[in-house]
């Protein structure tokens, strides 16, 4: 499985702690985040990672920002993207089994590096349940 992740300066060692996670799993990484603390605009981070997902370069995204919302935004305007803020693992669970979510937000400053760890493994290991859902998922795009 291909996993894309992007960061901004709120993210460094989150990104550190998940990527070694998921290559502990055999996932392929590509890594589009900063690796320092030094102020940088989350959106340079964001727009490669959505890319990837959009063109199928991805099977999965991963994006961190301090709040996690304007990362997600960012990739949200990306054909194909759907991407959720999530500060619980419950809520990765339920955006991927009734949101076919295919792109996880982490709000840095909301979460422990173990949390977001959590996050992203429930993320992955948790299937689209599809169904009565799949309608409601077919809505979102905007045409």
């Excluded at 990484?29 to 320092?36: H, L, M, Q």
């Excluded at 982490?106 to 979460?111: D, V, Y």
Aim: with cysteine; aromatic share 8%.
């Amino acid at each position: 499985m291909k996993i894309s992740i992007g960061n901004d300066h709120a993210g460094p060692e989150y990104k550190k702690a998940i990527v070694e996670m998921l290559k502990a799993r055999g996932y392929e990484v590509t890594n589009y985040g900063t690796d320092t603390d030094a102020s940088v605009d989350y959106p340079d981070f964001g727009h490669p990672v959505a890319n990837d997902v959009s063109e199928g370069k991805a099977d999965f995204g991963i994006v961190i920002c301090g709040s996690g919302n304007g990362i997600a935004m960012t990739v949200n305007k990306h054909p194909k993207v759907r991407a959720g803020l999530c500060w619980t693992k419950e809520i990765a669970y339920l955006t991927r089994l009734h949101n076919d979510a295919n792109i996880v937000s982490i709000p840095a400053r909301f979460t422990s590096i173990h949390q977001a760890v959590e996050i992203v493994e429930t993320f992955l290991d948790t299937a689209f349940e599809g169904g009565r859902h799949q309608n409601r998922v077919n809505k979102i795009a905007c045409s």
